[in-house]
């Protein structure tokens, strides 16, 4: 009897944990981790590596929060588009209270590790769920302009490094900031362009104008010009603490250009192919400008 209980309790936790893998984004929340460390080794004299686990731990918890209030308000939506329609609350494998308790535990585990570090810290943090939360999940069905107000909280980690590391916003924590929130632009339009008859049949906006046409990939090609301005900027040394030598500049805005030749290439074919190799470049060029600001600042 016993044998049979473990062999049918192995699945199970196998399925709860992949369960909650899915209700809080595992893959998302690192990469947003991710960003938050290296916003920290760019600010800090002295690499407290506590502090940066206590960043990692609560920016985690703060993510993994943010996705599933979201996948609560969206069950309904979620189950009507196939790339979601698998999660753990439409199919019904998790109730809405488990996961609402899993929210707000990550919610208040994350805001009080992030104070531990610095209030400022917790402050941006608490901003971040608060706005993924209640202003641009709600909107994704109302108006495009829904990915402006989520690339708010989607700017924040670069710059939640810095400010864990100094305790105070700033004219660098300001730049970290607007690199990642145009960057989210290109990013984000080439899912939606992807994703476009899907989000369409679940009533959402997440293209400018919402509409799959040249005239959104003119505000894909603006806005990726506007990202690699910003991102090569502080070259000119108007950025405070944080600057980079010209060589790292070149460097940074030829990935940049990358991401404008895969945009060209959508503005010429408006082909799903391309939308893809725009996205997935746009994933390639922040992880490499966050590691590459990083090395040249230790080169300094």
């Not at 049918?8 to 893998?21: A, E, G, N, R, V």
């Not at 290296?38 to 506590?50: C, D, H, K, R, V």
């Not at 060029?285 to 600001?293: K, P, S, W």
Request: aromatic fraction near 14%.
């Amino acid at each position: 009897m016993n044998t049979t209980v473990i062999s049918q309790t192995k699945p199970l936790m196998k399925t709860i944990i992949s369960d909650l893998k899915q209700l809080t984004k595992v893959g998302l929340s690192l990469s947003v981790v991710f960003s938050s460390v290296a916003g920290y080794f760019l600010a800090a004299e002295i690499i407290n590596f506590s502090t940066v686990l206590l960043l990692a731990l609560g920016g985690f918890f703060m993510v993994g929060a943010s996705n599933a209030y979201n996948q609560v308000i969206e069950k309904d939506t979620d189950a009507i588009m196939q790339r979601t329609k698998n999660r753990p609350l439409p199919t019904g494998r998790m109730s809405v209270n488990f996961a609402m308790t899993i929210a707000i535990l990550f919610t208040v585990l994350g805001l009080a590790i992030l104070y531990s570090i610095n209030p400022k810290t917790a402050l941006f943090g608490a901003i971040s769920i608060f706005l993924y939360t209640c202003a641009y999940t709600p909107l994704k069905a109302v108006t495009p302009l829904a990915v402006f107000v989520g690339a708010i909280p989607g700017a924040i980690p670069f710059m939640l490094g810095w400010v864990a590391a100094t305790g105070n916003f700033g004219i660098e924590a300001g730049f970290l900031f607007m690199i990642q929130f145009f960057w989210q632009f290109p990013h984000f339009w080439a899912i939606g362009w992807l994703q476009y008859e899907e989000y369409k049949k679940a009533g959402f906006n997440m293209l400018p104008m919402n509409t799959k046409d040249k005239g959104a990939v003119k505000q894909i090609i603006f806005y990726t010009i506007i990202m690699i301005l910003v991102s090569v900027a502080p070259v000119l040394k108007l950025s405070g603490a944080f600057y980079i030598h010209p060589i790292t500049a070149v460097i940074v805005a030829l990935l940049g250009f990358i991401m404008l030749y895969y945009a060209l290439a959508l503005y010429k074919s408006q082909q799903n192919i391309d939308a893809r190799k725009l996205m997935l470049a746009s994933v390639l060029y922040i992880t490499l400008v966050q590691i590459i600001y990083v090395v040249d600042k230790f080169l300094h």
